[in-house]
């Protein structure tokens, strides 16, 4: 089965680091894109990053920039999230989602959400 | 960055067809792709590129574009279509590619 698990999520105080985990399995996950996309409580869905099958190319959304490091590592079929400096609105569900082959911004699977709360 | 825009609310009678949209700039370059949640659950693509659905979705979601704005379709909407619909697309207006979502629409099933 395809499937996407994301750990590491929990309350954490402003100004304050987590590291979340993505663990992939079901796919060969060395050939995929991966994103983290989040989403805080109530509202819509806010890409994060992007991280490409090799890792040569990143991007970060705006929001996050110079804050989040995404990586990865094939070898363990596993995608990271390292998150500094992180603020109130940082607060959400965190997911992760793979990038089609063909359509790399259409994400056809997502795991099921780590929360992470930022709060004092 | 360019931004996405959808209607934040529509709702259909059980079996008629109805249109969501989402207009944005990055649309003129770029396919959009569409996903639906449920409550508490996590997003399931429907459609993507032109307009392909990925295996499993029914074939009463259907998409199309035309100049900056993109619309999903779903013919003959059942009580279980009731959900979060949101579009995204890539957008390559700022100093680095990204991704952007729209702010989603809720769908209610009458």
């Known amino acids: 089965e395809v499937q996407l698990v994301e750990s590491g999520g929990g309350l954490v105080q402003p100004g304050g680091s987590l590291r979340l985990s993505c663990a992939a399995s079901g796919f060969t996950f060395s050939s995929y894109s991966m994103n983290w996309v989040r989403q805080a409580p109530g509202k819509g869905l806010e890409w994060v990053s992007y991280i490409s099958s090799s890792s040569s190319t990143i991007y970060y959304a705006d929001s996050v920039k110079g804050r989040f490091t995404i990586s990865r590592d094939n070898a363990k079929n596993s995608l990271y999230l390292q998150m500094n400096s992180l603020r109130a609105e940082d607060t959400a569900v965190y997911y992760c989602?793979?990038?089609?082959?063909?359509?790399?911004?259409?994400?056809?699977?997502w795991g099921q959400g780590t929360m992470v709360t930022v709060s004092s | 960055s360019s931004e996405l825009t959808q209607d934040p609310a529509v709702s259909v009678a059980l079996g008629q067809t109805v249109r969501i949209t989402c207009q944005g700039d990055s649309l003129r370059s770029y396919y959009a792709s569409w996903y639906q949640q449920k409550p508490g659950q996590a997003p399931v693509l429907v459609i993507y590129?032109?307009?392909n659905r990925p295996s499993g979705i029914p074939d009463r979601f259907s998409g199309s574009s035309s100049g900056n704005t993109a619309s999903l379709t779903i013919t003959g909407a059942q009580a279980e279509d009731e959900a979060d619909y949101y579009c995204n697309s890539r957008d390559s207006s700022g100093n680095h590619p990204q991704v952007v979502f729209g702010g989603g629409t809720k769908l209610t099933v009458l």
């Open positions: 989602a793979r990038g089609r082959l063909d359509f790399l911004d259409a994400f056809d699977i």
């Open positions: 590129g032109k307009n």
